[in-house]
């Protein structure tokens, strides 16, 4: 087992507990990237096909449980990616009445 590749997946794996919490405290996916959330989960698919076909060890179960834990971020997303949109009230110049705009982040 690599203690490098170990720690390195504990640094990237202790951050998502907390991106997590905040989506489903929040419940607001404003600024986040699907795209990004996707990379990183077939990132940790190709780390976990590596594992098992050439290097395997406990590493894997990292490989896993982050993936878990981008995939519940990415749900999270999907769930709540409706509730980004943001009413807004504009002024309208010829007529001077306030109407709703919806505007996406």
Not at 28 to 49: P, R
Not at 54 to 78: A, E, H, K, Q
Not at 79 to 104: A, C, Q
Request: net charge positive.
């Amino acid at each position: 087992m690599s203690i490098f590749e170990a720690g390195m997946m504990i640094c990237f794996g202790a951050s998502w507990p907390f991106q997590v919490a905040k989506t489903y405290k929040t419940k607001q996916v404003a600024g986040k990237s699907i795209l990004f959330l996707w990379l990183v989960e077939l990132g940790y698919v190709l780390g976990m096909i590596h594992k098992v076909l050439y290097s395997p060890d406990i590493v894997f179960f990292l490989y896993l449980l982050n993936f878990i834990l981008v995939g519940t971020d990415m749900f999270l997303y999907y769930l709540y990616k409706d509730r980004s949109k943001v009413i807004v009230l504009e002024r309208k110049n010829n007529t001077g009445n306030l109407v709703e705009v919806p505007v996406r982040h």
